[in-house]
T-cell receptor
Framework: DGGITQSPKYLFRKEGQNVTLSCEQN?????MYWYRQDPGQGLRLIYY???????QKGDIAEGYSVSREKKESFPLTVTSAQKNPTAFYLC??????????FGPGTRLTVL | SQQGEEDPQALSIQEGENATMNCSYK?????LQWYRQNSGRGLVHLIL?????REKHSGRLRVTLDTSKKSSSLLITASRAADTASYFC???????????FGEGTQLTVNP
């Protein structure tokens, strides 16, 4: 059963804490992506990776960090430097240049 | 940076009617993709049209692309209440490395 999973579904963070969002895919896709979505808006690219051990900043990378140690996994850390982290976070994967497959999302709330 | 702009922002129709959504973009593209998002969920890839294609069909979906006008349209025929969702266009630039999403059209199909 191939797909892309994200965990947790809901995450609560206190101000000043770092949190890590998980994204795993078993579709054998080389490329993976992290997006942020605010209410009523489109998706903004945070980071993307087209190959293991390499990743690129997207449009809103400040306050976030990623790693790509395995093809299947692309975790996103929301650091305390991100001033307004409350949002819906979406992970996706794809064959480079083709349509993206999205996970179900993680809703992060800062308390 | 948001490349694609959807029009209208919101559309409300009756079941059985056709729904047309438009997308305009600013720079040259490799391909253009349409996605659907149900409330609180991840995006689902609907259709991809390449820059050398003018029209593509998939079931009740019809997508056109006019590269001279830098615009695309998504037509959903014989709409159903289950088509209620947000629809996003996304463009892949010539480098083929990442998508840029528009703000989306919220479609409501009334039974």
């Amino acid at each position: 059963d191939g797909g892309i999973t994200q965990s947790p579904k809901y995450l609560f963070r206190k101000e000043g804490q770092n949190v890590t969002l998980s994204c795993e895919q078993n579709l054998n896709h080389d490329a993976m992506y992290w997006y942020r979505q605010d209410p009523g808006q489109g998706l903004r690219l945070i980071y993307y990776s087209q190959i293991v051990n390499d990743f690129q900043k997207g449009d809103i990378a400040e306050g976030y960090s990623v790693s790509r140690e395995k093809k299947e996994s692309f975790p996103l850390t929301v650091t305390s430097a991100q001033k307004n982290p409350t949002a819906f976070y979406l992970c996706a994967s794809s064959i480079v240049g083709e349509g993206e497959f999205f996970g179900p999302g993680t809703r992060l709330t800062v308390l | 940076s948001q490349q694609g702009e959807e029009d209208p922002q919101a559309l409300s129709i009756q079941e059985g009617e056709n729904a047309t959504m438009n997308c305009s973009y600013k720079t040259s593209i490799n391909n253009l993709q349409w996605y659907r998002q149900n409330s609180g969920r991840g995006l689902v890839h609907l259709i991809l049209i390449r820059s050398n294609e003018r029209e593509k069909h998939s079931g009740r979906l019809r997508v056109t692309l006019d590269t001279s006008k830098k615009s695309s349209s998504l037509l959903i025929t014989a709409s159903r209440a289950a088509d209620t969702a947000s629809y996003f266009c996304a463009t892949l630039g010539p480098s083929g490395s990442r998508l840029t999403f528009g703000e989306g059209t919220q479609l409501t199909v009334n039974p």
